[in-house]
T-cell receptor, first 111, second 115 residues
Framework: GDSVTQMEGPVTLSEEAFLTINCTYTATGYPSLFWYVQYPGEGLQLLLKATKADDKGSNKGFEATYRKETTSFHLEKGSVQVSDSAVYFCALSDIGNQFYFGTGTSLTVIP | GAVVSQHPSRVICKSGTSVKIECRSLDFQATTMFWYRQFPKQSLMLMATSNEGSKATYEQGVEKDKFLINHASLTLSTLTVTSAHPEDSSFYIC???????????FGQGTRLTVV
């Protein structure tokens, strides 16, 4: 079945450091891919998405490219800020209307 | 963007009582709603998927009689935790999507504490 494997956390970075959170997926069809962010005590917010191969999703300085050949959707940001501290979830949505989430990666950015 | 409102945000109940959590899509008609339970190590566990007007589809291992899900309209789904026990204490999150849109929109979550 479909699944998402996400880099284990927690991740701690200094402000302005480069961020990569790895995400790979397994799917039988052509899923849409997402990154969601969760701030403490809140629900999930869509950060970015990509619906087909080679699409690049971007938002708030974060980027991720849908790589079909490597079945990956790694999240990157060139310069993180303290306000980026949160938990990040990689997810996929398949043709069967289901959502599959990774286990989440906690990011802490220190000044 | 689309807004999903979940209520209450926090609830404390006594063991043996039932608690209802509401999930509303405020500015769109949600053809599908999902209910998740989030454990302390952050992972989201899908509990059930519901489509308006039909019975919810529960994931394996989720007790249908304990976690009652009703999707009575295109803007409202409810999760009722019946005869709650301390082990049901958790963070419950709903999400909704509508036809033609690939992403799901999430509620703010409900922190349930059973004492």
């Amino acid at each position: 079945g479909d699944s998402v494997t996400q880099m284990e956390g927690p991740v701690t970075l200094s402000e302005e450091a480069f961020l990569t959170i790895n995400c790979t997926y397994t799917a039988t069809g052509y899923p849409s891919l997402f990154w969601y962010v969760q701030y403490p005590g809140e629900g999930l917010q869509l950060l970015l998405k990509a619906t087909k191969a080679d699409d690049k999703g971007s938002n708030k300085g974060f980027e991720a490219t849908y790589r079909k050949e490597t079945t990956s959707f790694h999240l990157e940001k060139g310069s993180v800020q303290v306000s980026d501290s949160a938990v990040y979830f990689c997810a996929l949505s398949d043709i069967g209307n289901q959502f599959y989430f990774g286990t989440g990666t906690s990011l802490t950015v220190i000044p | 963007g689309a807004v999903v409102s979940q209520h209450p945000s926090r609830v404390i109940c006594k063991s043996g009582t039932s608690v209802k959590i509401e999930c509303r899509s405020l500015d769109f008609q949600a053809t599908t709603m999902f209910w998740y339970r989030q454990f302390p190590k952050q992972s989201l566990m899908l509990m059930a998927t519901s489509n308006e007007g039909s019975k919810a589809t529960y994931e394996q291992g989720v007790e249908k009689d304990k976690f009652l899900i009703n999707h009575a309209s295109l803007t409202l789904s409810t999760l009722t935790v019946t005869s709650a026990h301390p082990e049901d204490s958790s963070f419950y999150i709903c999400s909704a999507r509508f036809g033609g849109i690939s992403e799901a929109f999430f509620g703010q979550g409900t922190r349930l504490t059973v004492v």
